[in-house]
């Protein structure tokens, strides 16, 4: 069964360190989401991909948050620097179309601690 | 502002019983809801959905009941299996042309044998 993979399962890192994720979606699934779960909160969604492009980041922390898609397939999320606050979940999640009504399929998640 | 409230932290049921979890939402224009799963050290999984259309839908032991004009959702697990153990979120979006889903903060599910 396909699945959403996400690297590395685990990170910790120092304050003020730049870190990264990567995301790989069920093959051809050109949606692809990055969400971040604080403890005792729901997933949060912090940017969605259209193929490359970007549908929505609105709740990105532009100053400090990147993502990209390049060639519309994997994806990756940065943090720099790493504060305290960021640390979470962040999950990834892929869906064949972006409309409402399909699926999303998320990854296991990348847990992140700063410390 | 938390848009989708998910009020109880925790529920425990005794297998075979029937589990009621609960969700409320403040914002009128979401017109599609759903429900997930989530196991510990794994991804959230999609359980079941409803449209603001309908105002029940069933899928085997599952069933989400939608009460529009009180904003409120439910779903129904019956009968309730130790393996039904887990956290379950609600989640909400309106029909922008994309989906953007909202999620509660969820209830973590405890069925004893």
């Known amino acids: 069964e396909a699945e959403v993979a996400q690297s590395p399962r685990y990170k910790i890192t120092e304050k003020s360190q730049a870190v990264a994720f990567w995301c790989d979606p069920i093959?051809?699934?050109?949606?692809l989401y990055w969400y971040r779960q604080i403890l005792g909160q729901g997933p949060e969604l912090l940017v969605q991909?259209?193929?490359?492009?970007?549908?929505?980041d609105s709740q990105l922390p532009k100053d400090r948050f990147s993502a990209e898609r390049l060639k519309g397939v994997d994806s990756t999320l940065k943090i720099q620097p790493a504060e305290l606050g960021d640390s979470a979940m962040y999950l990834c999640a892929s869906s064949s179309d972006l409309r409402v009504g399909y699926e999303q399929y998320f990854g296991p998640g990348t847990r992140l601690t700063v410390t | 502002d938390q848009q989708v409230k998910q009020n109880s932290p925790s529920l425990s049921v005794q297998e075979g019983r029937i589990s009621i979890l609960n969700c409320d939402y403040t914002?009128?224009?979401?017109?599609?809801f759903l429900w997930y799963k989530k196991y510990p050290a794994e991804g959230p999984t999609f359980l079941i959905s409803?449209?603001?259309?309908?105002d029940k839908n069933e899928d085997g032991r599952f069933t989400v009941f939608l009460n529009k004009s009180a904003k409120h959702l439910s779903l129904h697990i019956v009968p309730s299996q130790p393996g039904d153990s887990a956290v379950y979120f609600c989640?909400?979006?309106?029909?922008?042309?994309?989906?953007?889903?909202?999620f509660g903060t969820g209830t973590r599910l405890l069925v004893s044998p």
């Open positions: 989640a909400a979006s309106q029909n922008t042309g994309f989906q953007k889903l909202v």
């Open positions: 914002n009128s224009m979401f017109d599609y």
């Open positions: 991909f259209q193929d490359e492009s970007v549908v929505d």
């Open positions: 093959s051809g699934h050109a949606t």
């Open positions: 409803i449209s603001s259309i309908k």
